[in-house]
């Protein structure tokens, strides 16, 4: 009879927080709606519960003097790809647990089945996604090959760490945690219950092996990680692999790094055999200056800790509807309408009866607040049909009362711009005294106000 019960709680889609009935409002992070029922029905009892793997370290933990511990051993595997080094902190820590998070296709399995192939060690590539011949097409396609290089196609948790116990792999990738399932949970792949018991072995087992775990985790609408927030407080490091599917270029960002800093970004593009490293990515995202359209500057960003020159594209055309309409692409709409109402008010720009679309070059988001003072010259530049030179860039963030204010990194900024053979670059002139004294091989301009922008561009 107590068989049959089916023991069912429900799981907050967001938070991944616990509560025996329904509720409207989770108490833990104030979402509304977001509790679903699974069936998490323990097959057995917790003793039951078997170790799947040999415990490394079978002695019972006791309190210890911290001065007594000892430190870990931080020796990194490089992982031949320097991009995704960089992004780890110098390499992949032994016994870490990662995350490796973004949209379906944009290429999560191509960028970590490519390390595993390039990696010179031995790597258990599991997939619950793909078939093994589907895994061959693809290590074809990207070419290296690593002789050490598995591949296992289960989705069974504990098969899958009994395998890896018996193969002894120095690294392990999971494709994807969505589709694993534990057996002590009935509840469906890619339910809350299920990632969150198997993300619990992988962690127990990596940090008992001392074997960095990869996961690959899907995205959901929201663009969070599908399942719990709590995957994201379980594993050591949440990376983010973003960009535009129509786009080659890719970005792979550290959300979270227990062993290094969240500044550093990877940059890629992906081609016929598989992701390329990019390690100027300014040269590609600027289109050549033939044509001499107006609507475009060129904006002195950093991303993570790398300065990137992006192009800034705008059209403004007078409005046929009733509501002007504002579309941004790589850039937030809402930071446009502020900057919009900006010009209109401070400068008596027309905008208000324009629509205006707003596009970054590359498919590439940006959030570096030092974009605002390029899409302001973008947008005058398309209303006034003046062309802007490719020669010249900008750096600098736009107030609400129309002035600019100084941005991080300019020095970092300026020599990049001059590196790449620009000729003038324009910041803000606030607190910039130490700035006008250095040498730079290009022209500096500094700027307080967006009137100064008309001035000295548009004039
Ligand atoms: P994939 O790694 O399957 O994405 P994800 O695991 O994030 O869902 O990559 C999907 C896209 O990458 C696919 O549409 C084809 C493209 N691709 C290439 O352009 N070149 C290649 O060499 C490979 C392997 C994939
Ligand atoms: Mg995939």
Known sequence: MNNLKVKTTFFCTNCGAESPKWIGKCSSCGEWNTYTEEVVEKKSQTQEKEKIWKSAK?????????????????????????????VLGGGLVQGSIILVGGQPGIGKSTLLLQMA????????????????????MRANRIGNQNKECFVYTDINVHNILKEAVKLEPNVII???????????IDSTPGSISQVKECTGDLQRFAKETNIPVFIIGHINKEGGIAGPKLLEHIVDVVLQFEGDQHYAYRILRTLKNRFGSTDEIGIYAMDVHGLKEISNPSELLISPDDDQLSGSAIAASVEGLRPLLIETQALVSPSIYGTP???????????????????????????????????????IKVTDPSI?????????SSLHDIHISKK?????????SGEIRPVSRVEQRIQEAARLGFELIFISGYKSEILSKKNFNIEVKMLSRIDDLLRDVFA
């Open 58 to 86: 079978s002695e019972k933990i006791i309190p210890k003097k911290l001065d007594e511990v000892g430190t870990l051993n931080t020796s990194r595997i490089n992982t031949r790809d320097n991009e995704l080094n960089r």
């Open 117 to 136: 192939l390039q990696i010179s060690t031995r790597v258990l590539y599991v997939s619950g996604e793909e078939s093994e011949e589907q895994i061959k």
């Open 174 to 184: 999971i494709d994807s945690i969505q589709t694993l399932v534990s057996p002590y």
């Open 325 to 363: 309409q504002r579309s941004a692409t790589g850039f937030d709409l809402r930071r446009l309408s502020m900057l919009l109402a900006v010009l209109e008010k401070r400068c008596g720009l027309p905008f208000g009866q324009n629509d205006v679309f707003l596009n970054i070059a590359g498919g």
């Open 372 to 380: 605002d003072l390029a899409v302001v010259a973008a947008l005058i």
């Open 392 to 400: 010249v860039c900008f750096a600098g963030e736009v107030g609400l």
